[in-house]
């Protein structure tokens, strides 16, 4: 079975800082899909990025980066200069194949980001 | 812009009362989806529709059960509550893709309390 783990429950750090937030998963597919998710106060899951198995590059978006390695299973988020407004509940999500062509999403169990000023 | 909708924020109900959770999305979307969201548990998934009147369980279907008449609507149904229901529940929806897996979209969640 699919298992997604994110063994920071909770990170704590002073603005500006950069931060990374582990994802370390177990599949065997040979086809997959990653996900990040961002969940702030308000609670709505926010998607963030989605990964193809097949495309390891790393990606940068602004302050967001993930770095993806096959080789060691893992899908890691970095934050540079962290501001406020990242602090959220952010989750890392495996693709799991179900039947009809529907695909089930296994989520690790968050890491709590907390960004003092 | 994707939007789902759920009925409500927040509900109390009492043991033994059948609960009704709601959840329209507006993006034609042929999967919908229901999980929990409990404290050091993540989000485990209830129940799931590829389409409508179709559907499937999810890891923890217990206690649960769904509606989807209409391709926007799927409803989730406690049929009798118990206190250990007491929780978040987080609809989503996604496209259909035999080729890959496309992002879920999240409802805000509705916070159950069951007395």
């Known amino acids: 079975a699919q298992k997604v783990t994110q063994a920071q429950t909770e990170i704590s750090v002073v603005e500006k800082e950069d931060v990374t937030l582990d994802c370390v998963y177990e599949?065997?597919?040979?086809?997959?899909?990653l996900f990040w998710y961002k969940q702030p106060p308000s609670g709505e899951l926010v998607f963030l990025i989605r990964?193809?198995?097949?495309?390891?590059q790393n990606e940068i978006s602004g302050r967001y980066s993930w770095n993806f390695q096959k080789s060691t299973s893992s899908f890691n988020f970095t934050i540079t200069a962290s501001q406020v407004v990242d602090s959220a509940v952010y989750f890392c999500?495996?693709?799991?194949?179900?039947?009809?062509?529907?695909?089930?999403?296994?989520f690790g169990q968050g890491t709590r980001l907390t960004i003092n000023p | 812009d994707v939007k789902v909708t759920q009925s409500s924020r927040y509900l109390v109900k009492r043991t033994g009362e059948k609960v009704f959770l709601e959840c329209v999305q507006d993006?034609?979307?042929?999967?919908m989806f229901w999980y929990r969201q409990d404290p050091g548990l993540g989000l485990r998934l209830i129940y799931f529709?590829?389409?409508?009147?179709?559907?499937e369980k999810g890891d923890i279907p217990e206690g649960y059960s769904v509606s989807r008449e209409k391709k926007e609507r799927f409803s989730l149904i406690l049929e009798s509550a118990s206190t250990n229901q007491t929780s978040m529940y987080l609809c989503?929806?996604?496209?259909?893709?035999?080729?890959?897996?496309?992002?879920?979209?999240f409802g805000p969640g509705t916070r159950l309390t069951v007395t």
């Open positions: 989503a929806s996604s496209l259909y893709g035999l080729a890959g897996a496309y992002e879920q979209y």
């Open positions: 599949t065997r597919d040979t086809t997959y899909y």
């Open positions: 990964r193809n198995s097949f495309d390891e």
């Open positions: 999500a495996l693709s799991e194949s179900l039947i009809q062509g529907a695909q089930k999403l296994v």
């Open positions: 993006m034609d979307h042929e999967n």
């Open positions: 529709s590829y389409d409508v009147k179709m559907k």
